[in-house]
C-alpha cells in the first residue's frame, strides 16, 4: 500500500510498488478563494508582464520549501545508480552546497546528509530534478531504479528528459497530485492577501508591503527573510536557515520562506529557461518583491531549490490516489 501524507493526513490507495516506501511528509497549507484576481507582475524586472496570481480552483501549497533531509530519503530511495543525474557533487563540495554526500559506487550509491543542514532547503537541484521529486511523491514513495514507475512518469511525463529541449517540453499531467506550483499557484500563495476573491497582494511574501529585514532573531518579530542586505542573514559555513526559522514571518496563507533562502522553481517556460521566484540568500531585497519574474538556466545551481503544491485539495485525494495506483499496475 502507497501513502500520501498531507499535513497530518494519511491516504492509502490500493496499489503496489517494488519495495517499501520511504517517509517523507510534505506539510501543507490550504489555499482558498478559487476565482481570485491576478495582478499586473513583471515591472519590475527584465521578463515579460503577464498577470499572475488568478487560481481558480482551491489547492495545497508546501508549507516550506523542500529540505536537504526530504532529498536524501528520496536519493536513498532511487538513485542507487543515478542516471539522470540527480545529485550533484557540489552538494557536498562546495562551500554553498546543502551537504548532502554520496557514498559507495554505481549500483550501490547511499546518501547522508550533515544533522544541521537536514532542516535547510536543498539546492543545487534543477527543474528536472523537482519534476521527478514530484513524480515521486505522486507515485508513493517507491523504492527502485529511476523509472517510469519512480520518476519518470506521475505528474509529469519526462521519460529520461534531460536536454534543455526535452526538459522545456515537459508539462504537467491532468491527473497530477504533487507539483512544481505554476506561476499563478505560486504567486498566489505567496502575495495574495486571502481576503476572498479580490486582487488585493502585498508586495513581499511575508505579509507586508514593507521591505523584510534579513535579521535572524528569537523571537520573530515578523517581515523577516533571510537574503544578503549587504550582510548575510547567517553566514558560513550555513548560508540558508532552517525552513520556517522566521516563525512570524509567513505569507497570508501561511507558507515560510517564500522570500529568501533560495529561488523556487514554477512551472513558467520564460524564453529558453523555466521560471523562479522569490530571491535568494545571496541576493537582494529587490529580488522577493512581487514584480520579479526570475528564470534560470535548466541546470542545477547554488542558489535554487524548490517547494511542491499539491493538486487538487486533501478531500480529492483518495479518488486520483485510485486511478493512479490503477495506471502504475498498467505499467507493471
Not at 165 to 172: G, N, S
Request: with cysteine.
Amino acid at each position: 500500500m502507497a501513502r500520501y501524507k498531507v499535513a497530518g493526513l494519511v491516504v492509502m490507495a490500493a496499489f503496489y510498488v517494488a519495495a517499501a516506501s520511504a517517509d517523507v511528509v510534505i506539510e501543507t497549507v490550504t489555499v482558498g478563494n478559487p476565482g481570485n484576481v491576478g495582478e499586473l507582475s513583471g515591472t519590475g524586472g527584465p521578463n515579460p508582464d503577464r498577470v499572475c496570481g488568478a487560481v481558480d480552483y482551491a489547492y495545497s501549497m508546501g508549507k516550506y520549501e523542500v529540505t536537504a533531509g526530504q532529498y536524501t530519503e528520496f536519493l536513498n530511495a532511487v538513485a542507487a545508480s543515478d542516471p539522470y543525474e540527480l545529485y550533484n557533487g557540489h552538494m557536498w563540495g562546495n562551500e554553498y552546497g546543502c551537504k548532502i554526500q554520496r557514498l559507495g559506487e554505481a549500483g550501490g550509491y547511499a546518501y547522508a546528509v550533515e544533522s544541521d543542514w537536514a532542516n535547510r532547503p536543498v539546492n543545487y537541484v534543477s527543474w528536472a530534478d523537482a519534476a521527478r521529486f514530484a513524480n515521486w511523491m505522486h507515485n508513493g514513495q517507491p523504492v527502485g531504479p529511476q523509472g517510469l514507475s519512480t520518476t519518470e512518469h506521475g505528474s509529469y511525463f519526462l521519460n529520461g528528459a534531460m536536454s534543455d529541449a526535452e526538459v522545456l517540453a515537459v508539462v504537467r499531467e491532468a491527473d497530477a497530485i504533487w507539483v512544481i506550483p505554476s506561476e499563478d499557484e505560486w504567486y498566489k500563495a505567496a502575495y495574495h492577501k486571502n481576503d476572498g476573491v479580490t486582487g488585493n497582494y502585498y508586495d513581499y511574501p511575508t505579509s507586508s508591503d514593507d521591505v523584510p529585514s534579513n535579521e535572524l532573531v528569537d523571537p520573530d518579530p515578523g517581515n523577516n527573510a533571510t537574503y544578503n542586505n549587504s550582510n548575510w542573514t547567517i553566514g558560513a559555513p550555513y548560508y540558508r536557515t532552517e525552513v520556517g526559522a522566521h516563525e512570524n514571518s509567513y505569507s497570508p496563507y501561511g507558507t515560510y520562506d517564500q522570500g529568501g533562502n533560495v529561488w523556487e522553481y514554477n512551472e513558467a517556460v520564460i524564453g529558453s529557461e523555466r521560471g523562479l521566484r522569490g530571491g535568494a540568500f545571496s541576493y537582494i531585497s529587490g529580488s522577493m518583491h512581487a514584480n520579479i519574474r526570475g528564470n534560470a538556466p535548466l541546470g542545477e545551481r547554488y542558489y535554487a531549490g524548490f517547494r511542491l503544491a499539491m493538486i487538487p485539495e486533501p478531500g480529492a485525494l483518495a479518488i486520483l490516489a485510485i486511478m493512479v495506483g490503477l495506471r502504475v499496475l498498467r505499467q507493471r
